[in-house]
């Protein structure tokens, strides 16, 4: 059926492609970053990241290819396909300021990334015409929120050991 010059299946096909190249670009990114960041569990997350969206990135692939050959989107299994974030182990970390200066910078910019993805995912929510396509979409953006607040509060860490470091430079007792 066209609907303004472009069918419906055009449509789902353009708005799964650009989520494609969303997730690739993230995925990308993040393992880049992940080998700049020097705090091991900073390093930790972002491969974490990375992984996921790699898996999000092959269910696109995946549901793109199923409808170039005609089947439907299907979603109903999306949860069983694609396993949500799991926790990562945390552990006391203590690296000098200058490190924690740079990965802080590195986790700034995926947490602000995690926020624009959120908002991404929102938008192609309202402009999927199709039922399945949104209910793709909107398990996409959970899992997006899932890891902005996942690397938000690793940057809340590394904050509070940044600051903790400094405040052993001033003269203030370091907390155990």
């Known amino acids: 059926m066209k609907t303004g010059g472009i069918n419906e299946t055009e449509n ?4 799964l492609n650009s989520a494609k190249n969303l997730e690739d670009s993230r995925y990308r990114l993040y393992r880049r970053n992940s080998a700049k960041v020097l705090n091991p569990e ?3 997350a972002l491969i974490f990241l990375a992984d996921v969206e790699k898996k999000h ?4 692939k995946k549901k793109i290819k199923e409808i170039r050959i005609g089947k439907s989107l299907e979603n109903s299994r999306l949860k069983a396909n694609l396993p949500s974030l ?3 182990s945390s552990r006391k970390f ?3 300021i200058r490190e924690l200066t740079g990965d802080i910078n590195i986790m700034m910019m995926a947490v602000e990334l995690e926020r624009q993805d959120v908002y991404f995912y929102q938008n192609l929510i309202s402009l999927a015409k199709e039922k399945n396509t949104r209910g793709l979409f909107a398990f996409l953006l959970e899992e997006e ?3 902005r607040d996942f690397i938000g509060k690793k940057l809340v860490d590394l904050q509070k050991l940044s600051a903790a470091i400094s405040s052993y430079g001033s003269g203030i007792p370091f907390p155990a």
């Open 12 to 15: 789902m096909l353009y708005l």
């Open 145 to 147: 929120k899932i890891h």
């Open 94 to 96: 203590r690296e000098g």
């Open 57 to 60: 990135l092959a269910l696109l």
């Open 42 to 44: 900073g390093k930790q």
């Open 86 to 88: 799991i926790k990562v």
